[in-house]
């Protein structure tokens, strides 16, 4: 059986691995309504087309400050490539940039350990559970940020082995330039704390006042500050730069208090294991006799550890912090973990981890089946097909699973990749037929088609979900302001919050659309009467 000798097997896997990623990705990736920091990215991509004004970012013609403007230029290319302003559209950026950054993990780590090692590591990105059933499936920024910054990480470490000062300082600060112009302050942090702890580390820190380190300086004052310069034609910088500290600061012990914070501490590395299962459970091939040693003695793993130390302590500092902000993180600890498993010897460990793997991915080949028992997946199209191929996947990868002995975590990648597809074609309908999501894009995009020759805005400080005001603003075609100074006009229809006092108005409710989450469950629109 499988008459196939191990290294072309091994060739075979990887190739099996990359073929199923790419449908396991994009099936159904669109299916989902926005949620609310999705809705943001698009809607400020969106307002920028309908405004024509890239330079300074807005939500219903009001600034936008938190966030510098980079991402939804980015959004606004993909946008009018595909010609629509879709959820696909918008999430399959996140999956373009997935992409460049498991080439990139590969590429790099594949000069430093093995090829094998390499592709694990790229593809324990992909298929960490965070990865691979949350953020790889959301058009945000954060997979975009953090594949800037992992390459960052990896440019100090390239060129200052070959202590080519000029381009390891120049590249940097692009690169944190870049990073900065999608996310703001945090890309200043990871270059600042890399720097100083690698140079400090090998007692090369007076390089970090050579004229080589502000050349690079004043590249990153160049390109931020001549974007900041053209913004100041338009906008004040002042509150630009509070909102983008105060995005940095909120999730401190300046906005929680030191008992969160100290209870964070304790419960922060629990969290992060679970969150980047399965692959975490790696970290048991660091307890191993002179491991840390061997470890110790590759200059890329202390890099690799060092530079995850010295930029982890920001968050795990910070009360809150989702995991989607830590996605640079895993190739560092992973890298770790795998290199370790790559100079363990045979031991409980490995057949331990090896026998419980094997174990549920036997299961899951019983498991495929489930789909046809259920009747809340009768609106599933193909039951029958879908649930089969999934079970002569994971069977045949089963078989091979138990033949190959040493390519068993590659044939796991894609095992991990089969159920990614499993998730697309039954649990992501399901999900969406009972999303309350899904209630407010119809009741949006409803609202709107019936409502075009209406002149609508939204009332004052009233609170709109992000994800709303997208789809209302996507339906619509123009820009729906606020009115900020509470001036009403008979001819407007204004969206008003369910319990928003109006102080010398009446307000006549007309009907309302639904919203995603929160207190509130709608947010009502009607006639406001100015002077009753």
């Known amino acids: 059986m499988f008459g196939i000798a191990p290294e072309k097997m091994e060739f075979y896997l990887k190739w099996i691995a990359i073929g199923l990623a790419v449908p396991a990705l994009l099936i159904n990736l669109g299916m989902m309504a926005f949620i609310d920091d999705e809705g943001i990215r698009s809607l400020v991509a969106l307002e920028m087309d309908l405004s024509g004004n890239f330079i300074t970012p807005t939500m219903h013609g009001a600034y936008y400050y938190n966030k510098p403007p980079l991402y939804n230029w980015i959004l606004w290319v993909f946008f009018k490539l595909f010609g629509n302003y879709e959820e696909f559209t918008s999430r399959f950026v996140t999956v373009l940039c997935l992409g460049g950054y498991a080439w990139t993990v590969y590429y790099f780590f594949k000069k430093e350990v093995s090829k094998k090692t390499a592709f694990l590591v790229a593809f324990s990105l992909v298929t960490c559970g965070r990865m691979l059933f949350y953020d790889s499936m959301l058009g945000l920024i954060d997979t975009g940020f953090s594949w800037v910054t992992f390459t960052l990480f990896m440019w100090v470490w390239t060129f200052f082995k070959k202590e080519d000062w000029w381009k390891l300082f120049l590249g940097v600060y692009v690169l944190t330039a870049i990073g900065f112009l999608m996310k703001g302050l945090p890309a200043l942090v990871f270059t600042g704390f890399t720097l100083l702890a690698w140079f400090i580390y090998n007692k090369r820190f007076w390089k970090l006042l050579s004229l080589q380190h502000f050349a690079g300086i004043g590249?990153?004052?160049?390109?931020?500050?001549?974007?900041?310069?053209?913004?100041?034609?338009?906008?004040?910088?002042?509150?630009?730069?509070?909102?983008?500290?105060?995005?940095?600061?909120?999730r401190t012990v300046v906005k929680y208090g030191w008992q969160d914070t100290v209870a964070h501490l304790f419960t922060f590395p629990f969290e992060q294991l679970y969150h980047y299962l399965p692959w975490s459970l790696f970290v048991i091939f660091l307890f191993q006799k002179g491991m840390l040693q061997k470890l110790k003695a590759k200059p890329f793993m202390?890099?690799?550890?060092?530079?995850?130390?010295?930029?982890?302590?920001?968050?795990?500092?910070?009360?809150?912090?989702?995991?989607?902000?830590?996605?640079?993180?895993?190739?560092?600890?992973?890298?770790?973990?795998?290199?370790?498993?790559?100079?363990?010897?045979?031991?409980?460990?490995?057949?331990?981890?090896?026998?419980?793997?094997?174990?549920?991915?036997?299961?899951?080949?019983?498991?495929?089946?489930?789909?046809l028992f259920t009747d809340e997946l009768d609106m599933v199209q193909g039951r029958w097909w879908k649930s089969g191929l999934v079970s002569i996947l994971l069977l045949g990868l089963t078989m091979v699973y138990w033949k190959y002995k040493d390519q068993r975590w590659l044939v796991f990648v894609s095992v991990l990749l089969t159920i990614r597809l499993a998730f697309d074609w039954f649990v992501l309908p399901h999900r969406n037929v009972h999303d309350h999501g899904s209630e407010m894009r119809t009741s949006c995009i409803e609202t709107m088609i019936n409502g075009q020759k209406e002149d609508w805005k939204v009332w004052g400080p009233t609170h709109m979900e992000p994800a709303q005001s997208f789809y209302l603003t996507r339906t619509r075609g123009k820009i729906i302001p606020r009115d900020e100074d509470g001036k009403a006009e008979l001819y407007s229809l204004y969206f008003v919050g369910p319990k928003f006092e109006l102080k010398n108005h009446r307000f006549d409710s007309l009907g309302r659309v639904e919203a995603r989450h929160g207190d509130f469950k709608y947010t009502p629109y009607g006639k406001i009467i100015a002077g009753k």
């Open 219 to 250: 590249v990153l004052v160049v390109l931020v500050g001549g974007y900041y310069w053209v913004y100041n034609q338009y906008n004040d910088l002042m509150v630009v730069f509070e909102t983008l500290v105060n995005e940095s600061s909120k």
């Open 302 to 371: 202390v890099f690799l550890a060092l530079t995850f130390l010295a930029n982890i302590l920001v968050y795990w500092s910070s009360v809150q912090v989702y995991p989607r902000y830590l996605l640079m993180f895993p190739p560092l600890v992973f890298g770790i973990f795998l290199y370790a498993l790559e100079l363990s010897n045979r031991s409980w460990r490995n057949i331990g981890l090896e026998y419980l793997i094997g174990g549920l991915v036997s299961i899951l080949v019983l498991a495929a089946w489930i789909p």
